[in-house]
């Protein structure tokens, strides 16, 4: 079977589907930080230490406790979802992808999403990467 090179009206509404995930993620994202880091700064009157890194708080290292801590507008638990909001927006993108392709019945490009996705995953839960 061969496929025309224009566009269906099914295909343009997916990439723009995607588009505005892409758009909201981001700009959630982005709000999300703005609005942490001004209660942070409110929070926190001291000048830090830059010449030693410490890193992030162990409470703010799992996403119940992140979500927990944003619940009870804690700036660095607002900034580290809106974090995890910026990382979520593209595997976000790769599941509607799959799901894309496959009521396109475009079965090559979801099985190559599928193995990026598994990559990824792999990646993030493995703990290989430090």
């Known amino acids: ?10 295909q343009r509404d997916a990439e723009r589907l995607i588009g505005k995930l892409l758009r909201t993620g981001v700009i959630l994202s982005a709000l999300l930080a703005l609005a942490g880091g001004i209660i942070y700064l409110r929070e926190h009157d001291t000048i830090p230490d830059y010449k030693v890194f410490t890193g992030t708080d162990a409470e703010y290292r799992h996403v119940t406790k992140i979500l927990a801590g944003a619940m009870r507008l804690e700036g660095a638990a607002i900034i580290q979802l809106a974090v995890l909001v910026l990382i979520a927006t593209p595997i976000l993108r790769i599941i509607f992808s799959v799901i894309a392709f496959a009521i396109e019945k475009d079965y090559l490009y979801v099985t190559i999403t599928l193995i990026v996705a598994a990559i990824i995953f792999f990646g993030m839960f493995s703990g290989l990467g430090g």
């Open 1 to 10: 079977m061969e496929t025309s090179p224009v566009k269906t009206v099914q």
